[in-house]
C-alpha cells in the first residue's frame, strides 16, 4: 500500500512539473518581449487607398491582427505637428506644437518626461531609431531628446551622440560630424554598404542621402525597407531583455505638405504620395514578418497625425488634397503580434500609447514619468550603457524553462 502510495505520489509529482512546463513555456511564447513602433509621419486612412488608387496593393491593413483609430490633438491646438504628435507618442503627455519631450508651461520645474526608448533602455533593451527624415526631425527628436523646440537642432545632435542607443539612422545633418559619432561610441555609416556591413554588437549612427523613402533611391542610399530589416537584425541579435525600435516614414507628410508654389495639388504629387506610402507599407511588412516568426514581437503602427485633407472626390473618382498643411482627423492603428492591444475599432488618445506598450511589456512604470533635468555633460560620455533592470522571479523561471526545452529540442534534432 505503501509503495503504491508512492507511486502515486511520483506520478503526480512528474504530472504537476509537466504542466508547470507547459504553463511556462505558453506565457513564454505569448510573452512580448519586443516592440517595433512604427509611424507613419501624415498618414490618414486616405492616404492608403490613395495608394491602392495608384495601383500599390498594400500589405498593411490585411496583414493587421488587430486595427483602430488614433485621436490626434496638442496642448495648444486641435491640430498637432509632428513634435508634439510624436511627443504624445513616445512619452503619454500632450505638449505644444514645436516642443519636444518637456513638460509643457513649466509644470514640472527641473524636470523632464521620461520618453519610452529611455525607459527600455532602463530595463536593459536594446534602442533603435530609424527615419527617412534627417535624424534631428521632430518625429526622431521625440524619441531621444528633450527640446523646447523641435528646431535646436544642434541640441538634439547632441542628446543622440550621448544617449547610449545601439542605433540612430536617417538622412544625413549637418550637427553630426564623423569625429563626433566615433567619439560617443558609434560606428558612423554614410552608405547602404557601410549598413550592410555592419555586425551585432556594433552601435551605430547612419547619415545617408534623403531620398530613402523612395522604392528605387541612389545607389548609395538603403530604402526603409532595407534599413528596417537591417536594424531588426542588429538589434534582435543577443538581445536578452528584447529591443525597442522606432521606424518613422517621414515623407508621406513631406510630399502631401508640399504645396510647390502655394498650390494644395500639382502634377506629381498624388504619384509621389503614394511611392511614400508603398515605401512605408513595405518596412511595415517586413516588421511583421518578423514578428510573425519570432513571436514575442509586437508591431505597432500609427501616424502622429493626417496631412493634407486627403478625401474622395464623386465627381472625378479620385482621392484628392484639399489642404496644404495637418488636420486634425483620426489616423488609423494597426497592430502585429498582439490581437488584443485594445478592443477592435476602437479610438485612442495618441498619448496612451506607451502605457499600452508598457503594460504589455511588463513594466511597472506609468506615464508620463517625472525625471530630473539631467546635468549638461563635463566631458565626453563613455561607452557603457545603463546596466539592465534585475530580471523578476517569473522571468527567471521562464528563462530556466526555455533553456531546458531548447536543450531538449537541440536533443531531438540529433
Known sequence: MKSLKKIICAVLSIIMLFCFFCISSAAEETQ??????????????????????EGYTLFMEQGADLAGWSRTRSASSSVTDSAAGATALSCGIRVANRQVCVFPDDTHPGETPRIITENAARHGMHVGIVTSDKTTGATPAAYSAHTSSRDNEKDISSQQLSSGFDLIWGANTSTVTASQAEANGFVYVTNVSGLRALEPGTRSFGQFPSDGWKLSPSKSTPTLEEMTRKSIELLSADA????????????????????????????????????????????????????????????????????????????????????????????????????????????????????????????????????????EPTETPDNDTEKPAKQTLWQRIAAFFRKIGDFIRRLFRR
Open 32 to 53: 512580448i518581449r519586443n516592440v517595433i513602433f512604427m509611424i507613419g509621419d501624415g498618414m490618414g486612412y486616405n492616404h492608403l487607398r490613395l495608394a491602392e488608387q
Open 240 to 375: 536578452a531583455n528584447g529591443f525597442f525600435l522606432m521606424v518613422e516614414g517621414a515623407h508621406i507628410d513631406k510630399i502631401s505638405d508640399d504645396t510647390l508654389n502655394n498650390a494644395v495639388d500639382y502634377p506629381s504629387k498624388r504619384a509621389d504620395t503614394a511611392e511614400a506610402v508603398k515605401s512605408f507599407d513595405l518596412a511595415v511588412q517586413a516588421a511583421a514578418e518578423f514578428a510573425r516568426a519570432d513571436g514575442h514581437t509586437m508591431v505597432i503602427v500609427t501616424a502622429d497625425h493626417e496631412t493634407g485633407d486627403l478625401y474622395y472626390e464623386e465627381n472625378t473618382m479620385e482621392y484628392t488634397f484639399h489642404s496644404s498643411g495637418h488636420t486634425g482627423k483620426n489616423v488609423p492603428v494597426f497592430v502585429y503580434g498582439a490581437a488584443d492591444l485594445f478592443a477592435e475599432d476602437a479610438a485612442m488618445d495618441n498619448r496612451d500609447f506607451p502605457n499600452l506598450i508598457a503594460a504589455r511589456l511588463g513594466w511597472e512604470e506609468r506615464f508620463p514619468v517625472a525625471d530630473p533635468v539631467p546635468a
